[in-house]
Nanobody, 114 residues
Framework: QVQLVESGGGLVQAGGSLRLSCAASGIIFRIYNMAWYRQAPGKQRELVASITSSGSTNYADSVKGRFTISRDNAKNTVYLQMNSLKPEDTAVYYC????????WGQGTQVTVSS
């Protein structure tokens, strides 16, 4: 049974930083590409950043230069360091495989105030 547990969200002022974590279980984590997605109210879930099993990364244009995805295979955990946050980054953030698999965690809410 796959479990993805996201944490680290919160309320932050514009320009601030947060670090999200996602602990995975039930999969052989090290062989999977992983990603962070987000869903803002009234919008579709979108890909934010991805990291391959070998550590190559890719980012949505909207977060490039501000967000950094990383992984620790020993801890079965993927991270998202978010700097220079903007109000438009407000969303529920989820981790999943990349491409996405049909299971999701509960997500973690990120709210950026202006």
């Amino acid at each position: 049974q796959v479990q993805l547990v996201e944490s680290g969200g919160g309320l932050v002022q514009a320009g601030g930083s947060l670090r999200l974590s996602c602990a995975a279980s039930g999969i052989i984590f090290r062989i999977y590409n992983m990603a962070w997605y987000r869903q803002a109210p009234g919008k579709q879930r979108e890909l934010v950043a991805s990291i391959t099993s070998s550590g190559s990364t890719n980012y949505a244009d909207s977060v490039k230069g501000r967000f950094t995805i990383s992984r620790d295979n020993a801890k079965n955990t993927v991270y998202l360091q978010m700097n220079s946050l903007k109000p438009e980054d407000t969303a529920v953030y989820y981790c999943n495989n990349f491409p996405r698999a049909p299971y999701w965690g509960q997500g973690t809410q990120v709210t950026v105030s202006s």
